[in-house]
Nanobody
Framework: QVQVKESGGGLVQAGGSLRLSCTASELISDTYVMGWFRRAPGKEREWVSTIGKSGRLTSYADSVKGRFTISRDDAKNTVYLQMNGLESEDMAMYYC???????????????WGQGTQVTVSS
């Protein structure tokens, strides 16, 4: 059982930045791929970004590419999501998940955090 917990959410104005953190209770280096998903009010959960086990492979949803950056620090068992140029459409609950296969499919991820809220004001 891997415990995953997100942090770093908050209230920002449009155009601002936030850095989300996701910490796992166990060693994730070369073991798990990590992904970020989000769920906005009235919408279905959507994939945001994924980073491979080694940290070399990264991928992003078209809606955030160029603005968000995913990275991982295996020494801290932590993955980050740097979010710049936040837009109202980015307002959502953000979830971190751990899986064994690089995928945009949430069903491929086994362990999930409880989420951290990102609110964007104009």
């Amino acid at each position: 059982q891997v415990q995953v917990k997100e942090s770093g959410g908050g209230l920002v104005q449009a155009g601002g930045s936030l850095r989300l953190s996701c910490t796992a209770s166990e060693l994730i280096s070369d073991t798990y791929v990590m992904g970020w998903f989000r769920r906005a009010p009235g919408k279905e959960r959507e994939w945001v970004s994924t980073i491979g086990k080694s940290g070399r492979l990264t991928s992003y949803a078209d809606s955030v590419k160029g603005r968000f950056t995913i990275s991982r620090d295996d020494a801290k068992n932590t993955v980050y999501l740097q979010m710049n140029g936040l837009e109202s459409e980015d307002m959502a609950m953000y979830y971190c998940a751990a899986g064994v296969v690089v995928s945009t499919n949430p069903q491929m991820y086994t362990y999930w955090g409880q989420g951290t809220q990102v609110t964007v004001s104009s």
